[in-house]
């Protein structure tokens, strides 16, 4: 068992375009349906991030900072550029070739994409300015692909491709710098997430892990028995029990406390001790409670329920 506390993203470089809007200028005047993204506090000097997209809700709109006033401005979203760093998994950066971005890695370990569309991911370390070649210190490159479970399969069934990954043991550099080529050769890429972090140890997790989801989607049936469907997202769901040593009962208490009601990765495999890493036990999202039982002096037991983040 461990978890990620999300670090700030320092986006370096993307060579995806913000939108076609224009960038908000608090001299201009708008009309009802002009939109404009946004990328600075309203002091005009300071980034804002996530860069979000604002439509007008009024004529002759002029000097009002939009997210400062939403009787005058709507929320759209952040934009295409940033809507893989706004805290949500189901808005996906799209490009109609790859995705390449750097961010900032300084004391960072772990990095993880959710909400991918794509075939393969090739990721690489510098400790210092990317475009420095002699700064890279590590890389890989992953192939999304799915195992096959069978020789029909193998030759007659669709390609299935996973949608999330979790790297890490990562070396950690002061002044790193993370590099991320997302790659789709059938198709659009697609990006809903990417996060970096530390990665904190806090248990063996035992067996008995309850994975499921929390359906979003829309059931009604009507006064004749006609049932109507309409799918809609779903998110993560796991319950689980892990073990600690009583030694570090404060410690793993603290490390939760401190991410209450925050977005974090928490990853309930034991890597170490088994043969597969099961992606249904990597979740984005956050824990509604925790217990923990001191049963004796050399080991406790924490249970833990984790709800994901769309």
């Known amino acids: 068992m461990k978890l990620v506390k999300l670090k700030d993203i320092n986006l370096i470089y993307s060579n995806i375009s913000e939108d076609a809007y224009s960038e908000y200028d608090s001299s201009a005047t708008y009309n009802t349906g002009d939109r404009v993204y946004v990328t600075k506090e309203s002091d005009g000097t300071t980034e804002r991030t996530p860069h979000e997209i604002y439509e007008s809700l009024t004529d002759n709109n002029t000097g009002n900072y939009p997210p400062d006033n939403p009787d005058k401005w709507g929320r759209i979203g952040a934009t295409n550029r940033w809507k893989m760093f706004d805290k949500y998994t189901t808005t996906q950066t799209e490009s109609d070739s790859s995705i390449e971005v750097v961010v900032g890695f300084s004391l960072c370990d772990t990095f993880a994409l959710f909400g991918l569309d794509a075939t393969t991911v090739d990721w690489y370390l510098y400790d210092g300015d990317y475009t420095d070649s002699g700064n890279l210190i590590t890389s890989g490159n992953i192939d999304l692909s799915e195992p096959v479970g069978n020789w029909y399969e193998y030759f007659y069934g669709d390609i299935e491709y996973k949608t999330e990954i979790y790297i890490n043991n990562i070396p950690n550099y002061l002044n790193g710098q993370l590099r991320v080529v997302i790659n789709n050769s059938a198709a659009n890429t697609k990006c809903g997430m990417l996060c970096i972090g530390r990665e904190v140890f806090l248990g063996l997790t035992q067996y008995d892990v309850s994975t499921s989801i929390t359906d979003y989607s829309r059931k009604k049936v009507d006064e004749w028995g006609n049932i109507y469907l309409k ?25 939760l406390a401190d991410v209450r009601a925050t977005p974090t990765i928490f990853n309930v495999n034991n890597d170490a001790l088994q043969d597969n890493s099961f992606s249904s036990l990597i979740v984005y999202g956050f824990y509604k409670d925790f217990n923990i039982i001191i049963p004796g002096h050399s080991y406790s037991k924490c249970s833990l329920e984790i709800e994901g983040i769309i």
């Open 231 to 255: 799918k809609g997202n779903y998110a993560k769901k796991v319950e689980c029990d892990f073990w600690l040593d009583s030694g570090q009962v404060d410690f793993v208490r603290k490390k």
